[in-house]
T-cell receptor, first 111, second 114 residues
Framework: LAKTTQPISMDSYEGQEVNITCSHN???????ITWYQQFPSQGPRFIIQ???TKVTNEVASLFIPADRKSSTLSLPRVSLSDTAVYYC????????????FGKGTSLLVTP | NAGVMQNPRHLVRRRGQEARLRCSPM?????VYWYRQLPEEGLKFMVY????????ESGMPKERFSAEFPKEGPSILRIQQVVRGDSAAYFC????????????FGQGTRLTVV
């Protein structure tokens, strides 16, 4: 399984764009990159998934460079309710693999 | 379509008792994961099951812990002879197939061992 490294914490003000970068130097050819969000006392929630280049949905954008050794989750114009822990995962759900979460990045958004 | 349902939400057990945690996956999902989360920690993978089959149990402690996902009914995580160190939040996630890493999580069961 590819190991991921992301900042432990980040702070932001409301209305700003937040970019959280995740390093995954030993990502495998078949691996996807997936980001989850977790609020206190709740289960993680899927945000976005990508394989290469850029993916955008109504919540976030995911930027993946050509070498795929890192990825950046971009949250546009964050609000107080975006305060949560964000997890970067790399892998492909398949026999013998599993979703493994690191400690994630704790994002604090303040007024 | 209801989401992943876990029950109970909170469970208190005395040391030495058994804890049974239930997880009903989303409709149409045949794959279930169980995770454990300690305070201020990330989720730790425990076991990955398909109906009537354990795919990967590499994260399960070798003793006292077991999991099943029968053909009918919810997936069960069973902890025998609980100890204080078992106190944690246990999350279940389900997904449609083994080709999709978009897993849907339940609200978790918070186990407290007293």
């Amino acid at each position: 399984l590819a190991k991921t490294t992301q900042p432990i914490s980040m702070d932001s003000y409301e209305g700003q764009e937040v970019n959280i970068t995740c390093s995954h130097n030993n990502i495998a050819t078949n691996d996807y990159i997936t980001w989850y969000q977790q609020f206190p006392s709740q289960g993680p929630r899927f945000i976005i998934q990508g394989y290469k280049t850029k993916v955008t949905n109504e919540v976030a954008s995911l930027f993946i460079p050509a070498d795929r050794k890192s990825s950046t989750l971009s949250l546009p114009r964050v609000s107080l309710s975006d305060t949560a822990v964000y997890y970067c995962l790399v892998g492909l759900t398949n026999s013998g693999y599993a979703l493994n979460f690191g400690k994630g990045t704790s994002l604090l958004v303040t007024p | 379509n209801a989401g992943v349902m876990q029950n109970p939400r909170h469970l208190v057990r005395r040391r030495g008792q058994e804890a049974r945690l239930r997880c009903s996956p989303m409709k149409g999902h045949s794959h279930v994961y169980w995770y454990r989360q300690l305070p201020e920690e990330g989720l730790k993978f425990m076991v990955y099951l398909q109906k009537e089959n354990i795919i990967d149990e590499s994260g399960m402690p070798k003793e006292r812990f077991s999991a099943e996902f029968p053909k009918e009914g919810p997936s069960i995580l069973r902890i025998q002879q609980v100890v204080r160190g078992d106190s944690a939040a246990y999350f279940c996630a389900s997904c449609r197939s083994n080709q999709n890493t978009e897993a849907f999580f339940g609200q978790g069961t918070r186990l407290t061992v007293v």
